[in-house]
């Protein structure tokens, strides 16, 4: 968890807005980073958290959050996280063992012409459910906050041949359930390998479902490489949208910070500011 960045986004652990819809994307460049920050966030804030995890494994985002204060085993082991690990799933679909059948989470790898419902089924039916296992209705049953959905990241879906309505579509569903109904919050990563002049092949997908995703979503972090490129003691820059229902629009406010990482946070600074620049 930054606590810059929570200042920046006025959260913290014991404070945060309910049903958001936060989107996280890049260009050139790497905003898991992000991902780490909100996981460590909402684990402190004592929500339950289920994370769709299809670029990495458990022990990738087990080491980082170990980093940061976190310890995902011991959420799990409580009943607070629950993790879809999307590289392990991935292999029980495509080289099923009759020993271990796998989720039908990934089902649409099979066929991924019929969409993404049964991954939406597998956050639906988590998301709705008690969430109480036999271990845990025998001692003191732990009572967690909202419920928070992180996905890293949608944009691997369309490498696996989804298609972006389809995307977009799980991402809406994903939001009404979690958002609107539970009161909860959804996290969703997205990237945009091309320049932003480039609009062809996958980039045009890519392009496509971070313009529908944008218009889905209440908060945005953008993350990209600075303009005047590579920088030791800057490693790039954030935009922070924020889009707030007024009337019958939407009114935005936007805001530019410059960023390093470090190896236990990172810091985010206005442009121009760092002390590696003064």
């Known amino acids: 968890m930054f606590t810059e960045l929570n200042s920046i986004l006025n959260t913290t652990p014991d404070s945060f807005t309910q049903g958001e819809f936060v989107l996280l994307s890049d260009r050139q460049s790497d905003a898991s980073f992000l991902i780490h920050h909100f996981l460590s966030l909402y684990l402190r804030a004592r929500c339950k958290v289920w994370f769709v995890g299809l670029v ?3 022990n990738h985002y087990s080491a980082i959050s170990q980093r940061l204060g976190v310890s995902l085993t011991q959420a799990k082991e409580k009943g607070q996280l629950v993790f879809l690990e999307g590289l392990k799933e991935s292999l029980s679909v495509l080289i099923p063992e009759d020993t271990d059948p796998g989720s039908q989470a990934m089902d ?3 066929d991924p012409a019929v969409g993404l419902k049964s991954l939406y089924e597998f956050v639906r039916s988590s998301a709705t459910s008690s969430g109480v296992g036999e271990h845990e209705a025998e001692e003191v049953e732990e009572k967690w906050g909202p419920p928070v959905l992180l996905v890293d990241d949608l944009s691997v879906l369309l490498s696996l041949g989804v298609s972006v309505g389809a995307v977009l579509d ?9 958002c609107s109904q539970l009161q909860g919050n959804v996290v969703m990563l997205s990237r945009c390998d091309g320049g932003e002049e480039e609009d062809d092949g996958d980039d045009e997908g890519s392009e496509r479902l971070l313009k529908g995703l944008t218009h889905q979503c209440s908060l945005t972090l953008h993350v990209q490489g600075l303009p005047t490129g590579y920088c030791r003691d800057i490693h790039g820059q954030v935009e922070v949208c924020w889009r707030r229902r007024q009337g019958d629009g939407h ?8 960023y390093k990482v470090h190896d236990k946070g990172a810091s985010f600074f206005a442009p121009g500011t760092s002390s590696a620049v003064l």
């Open 56 to 58: 990495q494994s458990f």
């Open 251 to 258: 009114h935005t406010q936007k805001k530019l910070f410059q």
């Open 108 to 110: 649409f790898l099979r």
């Open 170 to 178: 799980f991402s809406h569903y994903c939001r009404a359930t979690v």
